[in-house]
């Protein structure tokens, strides 16, 4: 089983930047964790995903965060980071880390069977 931990949200102003990371410990070598993605959720709205890598390092993104967000992970150290740029009000969400078996649906939540807990990301205009 995996767990996994989500650091580096926080406040900026539209056009910052932040990265955040995401921790994994526990049994990483499960094919579970094959691909590891990147969801956010904002009051009101479906829970979205935004950036899924598989363990070859191949990434993608959702249209919306496609040229201003970065995914990508370190294996040896069994980290996932997202570096967020440009960012934007509309970006506004606590931020998840989940990992599952494949990259292929990786904006929807039913194919990821582990969560961390989020990080609040908030962007002021």
């Known amino acids: 089983q995996v767990i996994l931990a989500e650091s580096g949200g926080g406040s900026v102003q539209a056009g910052g930047s932040l990265r955040l990371s995401c921790a994994s410990s526990?049994?990483?070598?499960?094919?579970?964790?094959?691909?590891m993605s990147w969801f956010r959720h904002s009051p009101g709205q479906e829970r979205e995903g935004v950036a899924g890598v598989n363990r070859d390092g191949y990434a993608s993104y959702t249209d919306s965060v496609r040229g201003r967000f970065t995914i990508s992970r370190d294996n040896a150290r069994n980290i996932l980071y997202l570096q967020m740029n440009s960012l934007k009000p509309d970006d506004t969400a606590m931020y998840y880390c989940a990992s599952g078996r494949s990259c292929r649906y990786f904006q929807i939540p039913a194919y990821f069977t582990t969560w961390g807990q989020g990080t609040q990301v908030t962007v002021s205009s």
């Open positions: 526990g049994d990483t070598d499960d094919t579970d964790n094959y691909c």
